[in-house]
């Protein structure tokens, strides 16, 4: 049975809802459809499961670009509706007729709908009786054919029959949609009314994180053009190596800085400042799109050739007139030349079909204007995709945050998570060091206990910026020493407290048991996952099976994943940045800082604009 059917404008504003069904939903799937699935650029999908405390729901949809409407069905999963596609397109189309911009109440669509749902469920119904009585005279036509019996007229009924089952099957087509296979996920086709006329748009079933695992890993090497285009633009000056002193000065400046803390005394951070300098955190990046200009300039001067190619009158006709209406013809070519592009640029196979498909769904059906090209408006349409997904959608202010956790008298806690390798506990000095330029106490917590030199490491680090650093040693169990550094800041008044874990493979069971213990222990205010820009699509991997270990060995009824990410060695990766895109694409969670160096001072914010301008050219 349908539960609910919901029309309402891309802005938000409810236009219509049947007031027949008239039933409560149990939670929010309409608010987590719009939050989860259509602000991610996932609207492709050809529906989204939601689980709620004693019901579970499928939402399907369509779109009518044109009028910038969202029509969303729900009903019970347990439930195979046949009929649902149908009626939203039917729905669609009626609505779109009595549709006025400046009308808010659609009291006389009652009526219209109450005809149109009759109309999809006899079709629905007359489609399982097609089915029923067709199964078995194939069945029976298999039999004759094994049996050889020789009796003509039953051959004849037989195959006479199951011909007229096909093609009732063939007639009622288009209410099938894959769902004789049962499946919750229903991996249909979209339907979309354009001018009176169905146009299916080829959309796979709902985002599975499990199908990443299967990604092929692009590889993250720089490419040798754009480095020697930048070399041409602004030559560098050649650095010349210093001489060396033969004599027997004393030298200026020392390279040991394991001295203990008391030699220098406080004056180590002032003398670190001086060295180091402000933070890239705090320093406004400007981006320059001169470059992207001169690209452009030069993409259209080769591109003449593809437009002599397609006509010189076709082509400058079509773009004075304007099109009727885009339909999926005219955006396949944009769109596959799109999409090979995206995977240049290190952006995982599955997600950008997936966001070609959310972009085709966004502009089928769209009227093309006058003097523009498809390609530009798939561009566009594809860089407002991209900056609504790379965008954050809270608050990433983490200065704010631990001033209002000041104000409740406790630290905030920071957790940083990881495979082996990534810069974990480099990037956690970084972060301490920008810290403490905003006159934020910090306090670091070794809870590395797996890993030699892990403690002695941080140990140094510790020691350069001149923070507190809580330390058990080896051997010991990483949550109860997070909770003891927890308590020993909140007797000391540290404001923040910097928590150093081991890192571990995502599919090393007993560590991840171990990290899952640490948050659940601790509550921690932030759970960043460091990784590595370079490493391409295996980044994906490990940051959704992080969150899915996370998930699985929870004893919370709400476990707590992931909730920002950190990118590091972003200065080796060139143009290859599709690595940030695939894993805010496939969590959810922001990039809250970027490593792009090896000093103190080398973290910053990642620059959306900067990162959208490199993947689209």
């Given at each position: 049975?349908?539960?609910?059917?919901?029309?309402?404008?891309?802005?938000?504003?409810?236009?219509?809802?049947?007031?027949?069904?008239?039933?409560?939903?149990?939670?929010?799937?309409?608010?987590?459809?719009?939050?989860?699935?259509?602000?991610?650029?996932?609207?492709?999908?050809?529906?989204?499961?939601?689980?709620?405390?004693?019901?579970?729901?499928?939402?399907?949809?369509?779109?009518?670009?044109?009028?910038?409407?969202?029509?969303?069905?729900?009903?019970?999963?347990?439930?195979?509706?046949?009929?649902?596609?149908?009626?939203?397109?039917?729905?669609?189309?009626?609505?779109?007729?009595?549709?006025?911009?400046?009308?808010?109440?659609?009291?006389?669509?009652?009526?219209?709908?109450?005809?149109?749902?009759?109309?999809?469920?006899?079709?629905?119904?007359?489609?399982?009786?097609?089915?029923?009585?067709g199964k078995p005279l194939n069945n029976a036509r298999k039999q004759g054919q094994d049996k050889k019996t020789g009796?003509?007229?039953?051959?004849?009924?037989?195959?006479?029959?199951?011909?007229?089952?096909?093609?009732?099957?063939?007639?009622?087509?288009?209410?099938?949609?894959?769902?004789?296979?049962?499946?919750?996920?229903?991996?249909?086709?979209?339907?979309?009314?354009?001018?009176?006329?169905?146009?299916?748009?080829?959309?796979?079933?709902?985002?599975?994180?499990?199908?990443?695992?299967?990604?092929?890993?692009?590889?993250?090497?720089?490419?040798?053009?754009?480095?020697?285009?930048?070399?041409?633009?602004?030559?560098?000056?050649?650095?010349?190596?210093?001489?060396?002193?033969?004599?027997?000065?004393?030298?200026?400046?020392?390279?040991?800085?394991?001295?203990?803390?008391?030699?220098?005394?406080?004056?180590?951070?002032?003398?670190?400042?001086?060295?180091?300098?402000?933070?890239?955190?705090?320093?406004?990046?400007?981006?320059?799109?001169?470059?992207?200009?001169?690209?452009?300039?030069?993409?259209?001067?080769?591109?003449?050739?593809?437009?002599?190619?397609?006509?010189?009158?076709?082509?400058?006709?079509?773009?004075?007139?304007?099109?009727?209406?885009?339909?999926?013809?005219?955006?396949?070519?944009?769109?596959?030349?799109?999409?090979?592009?995206?995977?240049?640029?290190?952006?995982?196979?599955?997600?950008?079909?997936?966001?070609?498909?959310?972009?085709?769904?966004?502009l089928e059906g769209k009227k093309l204007a006058s003097f523009t090209r498809i390609s530009s408006t798939v561009q566009?349409?594809?860089?407002?995709?991209?900056?609504?997904?790379?965008?954050?959608?809270?608050?990433?202010?983490?200065?704010?945050?631990?001033?209002?956790?000041?104000?409740?008298?406790?630290?905030?806690?920071?957790?940083?998570?990881?495979?082996?390798?990534?810069?974990?506990?480099?990037?956690?000095?970084?972060?301490?060091?920008?810290?403490?330029q905003h006159k934020v106490s910090v306090m670091m917590a070794a809870c590395d206990t797996f890993r030699s030199g892990?403690?002695?490491?941080?140990?140094?680090?510790?020691?350069?910026?001149?923070?507190?650093?809580?330390?058990?040693?080896?051997?010991?169990?990483?949550?109860?020493?997070?909770?003891?550094?927890?308590?020993?800041?909140?007797?000391?008044?540290?404001?923040?407290?910097?928590?150093?874990?081991?890192?571990?493979?995502?599919?090393?069971?007993?560590?991840?048991?171990?990290?899952?213990?640490?948050?659940?222990?601790?509550?921690?205010?932030?759970?960043?996952?460091?990784?590595?820009?370079?490493?391409?699509?295996?980044?994906?991997?490990?940051?959704?099976?992080?969150?899915?270990?996370?998930?699985?060995?929870?004893?919370?009824?709400?476990?707590?994943?992931?909730?920002?990410?950190?990118?590091?060695?972003?200065?080796?990766?060139?143009?290859?940045?599709?690595?940030?895109?695939?894993?805010?694409?496939?969590?959810?969670?922001?990039?809250?800082?970027?490593?792009?160096?090896?000093?103190?001072?080398?973290?910053?914010?990642?620059?959306?604009?900067?990162?959208?301008?490199?993947?689209?050219?």
């Amino acid at each position: 049975m349908l539960e609910q059917l919901l029309i309402f404008t891309r802005g938000g504003l409810i236009l219509w809802t049947c007031k027949e069904l008239g039933n409560a939903l149990r939670g929010s799937p309409i608010d987590t459809l719009i939050r989860s699935c259509l602000l991610e650029e996932r609207s492709g999908a050809a529906s989204y499961n939601y689980d709620a405390p004693g019901a579970a729901y499928t939402l399907k949809w369509t779109f009518h670009n044109e009028l910038g409407l969202v029509f969303v069905a729900v009903y019970q999963r347990i439930l195979h509706l046949l009929y649902v596609d149908d009626l939203l397109a039917m729905v669609k189309q009626g609505f779109s007729e009595i549709y006025d911009p400046k009308r808010m109440v659609y009291d006389d669509f009652d009526e219209t709908f109450r005809q149109l749902r009759m109309e999809a469920e006899a079709r629905a119904n007359e489609l399982k009786k097609t089915k029923q009585v067709g199964k078995p005279l194939n069945n029976a036509r298999k039999q004759g054919q094994d049996k050889k019996t020789g009796f003509g007229e039953n051959k004849k009924s037989n195959s006479g029959l199951a011909e007229d089952g096909e093609a009732e099957r063939t007639k009622g087509h288009k209410l099938e949609n894959g769902y004789s296979n049962g499946n919750h996920v229903v991996e249909s086709k979209l339907t979309a009314v354009v001018n009176g006329k169905e146009n299916a748009s080829s959309n796979v079933g709902a985002f599975d994180v499990n199908k990443l695992q299967k990604l092929r890993s692009k590889g993250g090497k720089k490419t040798d053009t754009v480095a020697n285009k930048g070399s041409k633009e602004e030559p560098k000056k050649k650095v010349t190596k210093k001489n060396r002193v033969w004599d027997e000065k004393p030298t200026e400046a020392k390279l040991d800085f394991t001295d203990p803390v008391g030699e220098n005394g406080d004056n180590n951070i002032e003398v670190l400042a001086a060295d180091q300098g402000q933070s890239m955190m705090d320093k406004e990046e400007v981006f320059s799109s001169d470059s992207e200009d001169e690209e452009d300039e030069d993409g259209d001067k080769g591109g003449k050739p593809d437009a002599k190619k397609k006509g010189w009158f076709s082509t400058m006709f079509q773009s004075i007139s304007g099109k009727a209406s885009l339909d999926k013809a005219d955006l396949e070519p944009a769109l596959k030349a799109l999409k090979d592009r995206l995977m240049t640029k290190n952006v995982a196979e599955e997600i950008a079909e997936k966001l070609c498909e959310s972009v085709a769904a966004s502009l089928e059906g769209k009227k093309l204007a006058s003097f523009t090209r498809i390609s530009s408006t798939v561009q566009a349409a594809m860089e407002e995709a991209l900056v609504r997904i790379l965008t954050p959608r809270r608050s990433i202010d983490i200065l704010r945050d631990v001033h209002a956790a000041k104000e409740q008298k406790k630290p905030y806690v920071v957790v940083f998570v990881g495979v082996n390798g990534v810069g974990k506990s480099t990037n956690l000095a970084k972060v301490a060091y920008w810290l403490l330029q905003h006159k934020v106490s910090v306090m670091m917590a070794a809870c590395d206990t797996f890993r030699s030199g892990a403690v002695e490491q941080l140990r140094t680090h510790a020691r350069r910026l001149q923070i507190p650093i809580f330390e058990k040693g080896y051997e010991k169990d990483p949550a109860v020493v997070a909770k003891e550094a927890i308590q020993e800041a909140s007797r000391n008044g540290s404001d923040v407290v910097l928590v150093d874990t081991a890192g571990r493979m995502q599919d090393n069971e007993p560590l991840m048991r171990a990290l899952s213990k640490l948050i659940n222990l601790n509550s921690p205010d932030l759970v960043l996952f460091v990784g590595e820009a370079l490493v391409g699509n295996d980044a994906v991997d490990q940051l959704s099976k992080f969150n899915q270990k996370l998930a699985d060995l929870s004893t919370s009824p709400q476990p707590r994943l992931i909730d920002g990410i950190l990118l590091t060695k972003f200065d080796t990766i060139d143009d290859k940045v599709g690595a940030a895109l695939s894993m805010v694409y496939i969590s959810g969670a922001p990039v809250m800082f970027v490593g792009c160096g090896q000093s103190y001072t080398d973290l910053k914010k990642l620059n959306v604009k900067s990162i959208v301008k490199t993947l689209i050219k």
